[in-house]
Every structure is written in structure tokens, then in C-alpha cells.
């Protein structure tokens, strides 16, 4: 069982930055692949990165490639998302979720663990 709790949400402006963190419990938490998801008001949940086991794999969604880096701390066992150049559309609830399987925490399919979730907000 893998317990998730993000934080580090807020509101800033167009062009701040903030990084969220996701806190994850158990002593299995190296053996997990980790992403990061969000959802805007009226929205569906949409994938925005991706971090393997070790770190050295990431994948990012194209509207925040450049924007966004994912990294993780095992022995913290926290993963992180630096937001930087934030816009507007940025604004969402933004979740962190874990899953043995890379692809899975790619697609949201199926993932075995979700954070409850931290509220960003992003002024023009």
C-alpha cells in the first residue's frame, strides 16, 4: 500500500513558478514509477509527466515540455515537479500518482495510487 500527499500548490502569477512535492509512504517507494496529472474545471484528468524507478526516464505532455521538470528523491521518497513559465491554462488541480509499471503512469490507466491533489492557480 503506497499513500500519496502532494503539496506545495498555490496561486501566482503568469510567468511565477512553483514546485510541488508528493510525499509517498511505504518502504517500496524506489520500486515505483511516479507521475504527475492535472485536472482544469471542467476538464478531464490530463497527463503531464512521468518519472521510471531510477530517475533517468522522464517523459513530459508537449504543452509543458520545456516548462516542467519531474525529478525524485528515493530517499526522501518524495517526487517533485518544477513549474516554471507558468500561463494561465496551467491552472488545475494537479495529481501525483504511482505505479510500478512506467507506461501505466504514462496513461493514467489504471494506476494503482493517487494523491488527493493540490490546487494550482495561474493569474493572467
Known amino acids: 500500500q503506497v499513500q500519496l500527499v502532494e503539496s506545495g500548490g498555490g496561486s501566482v502569477q503568469a510567468g511565477g513558478s512553483l514546485r510541488l512535492s508528493c510525499a509517498a509512504s511505504?518502504?517500496?517507494?524506489?520500486?515505483?514509477?511516479m507521475g504527475w496529472f492535472r485536472q482544469a474545471p471542467g476538464k478531464e484528468r490530463e497527463f503531464v509527466s512521468a518519472?521510471?524507478?531510477?530517475?533517468?526516464?522522464?517523459f513530459y505532455a508537449d504543452s509543458v515540455k520545456g516548462r516542467f521538470t519531474i525529478s525524485r528523491d528515493n530517499a526522501k521518497n518524495t517526487v517533485y515537479l518544477q513549474m516554471n513559465s507558468l500561463k494561465p491554462e496551467d491552472t488545475a488541480v494537479y495529481y501525483c500518482?504511482?505505479?510500478?509499471?512506467?507506461?501505466?503512469?504514462?496513461?493514467?490507466?489504471?494506476?494503482?495510487?493517487w494523491g488527493e491533489g493540490t490546487l494550482v492557480t495561474v493569474s493572467s
Open positions: 518519472i521510471g524507478w531510477s530517475g533517468i526516464t522522464t
Open positions: 511505504g518502504r517500496t517507494f524506489g520500486s515505483y514509477c
Open positions: 500518482a504511482a505505479d510500478r509499471d512506467f507506461r501505466t503512469v504514462r496513461t493514467g490507466t489504471g494506476v494503482n495510487y
